[in-house]
């Protein structure tokens, strides 16, 4: 039940900030998408992170760590190349 409260809070910040026309802070984006995939909400994750303005390190990192966590390995592998394509560097 707790889970649910989480994801819905999370689901209304996202509406809030996108749909009032705000550019969420990235930190704030990658808690999102961490908590989707806490949750094994692979495609809600994917979603934000497709609408991200910009992506770090950790954005990239926790996308593609779902992926392979979820035995989705040629997904992982597909925005491991888009990541090095983009210039950001796995540390």
């Not at 009032?20 to 949750?39: D, R």
């Not at 994750?45 to 390190?57: C, G, T, Y």
């Amino acid at each position: 039940c707790l889970d649910h409260r989480a994801v819905h809070e999370g689901n209304r910040i996202c509406r809030h900030l996108y749909f009032n026309g705000n550019q969420p802070m990235l930190f704030l984006v990658n808690v999102l998408i961490n908590m989707y995939v806490k949750f094994n909400l692979l495609n809600e994750a994917h979603n934000l992170f497709d609408k991200m303005p910009q992506r770090n390190v950790i954005s990239w990192t926790t996308m593609i760590s779902a992926y392979s966590k979820h035995k989705h390995h040629q997904k992982a592998l597909e925005l491991l190349v888009l990541m090095l394509r983009e210039g950001v560097r796995p540390n």
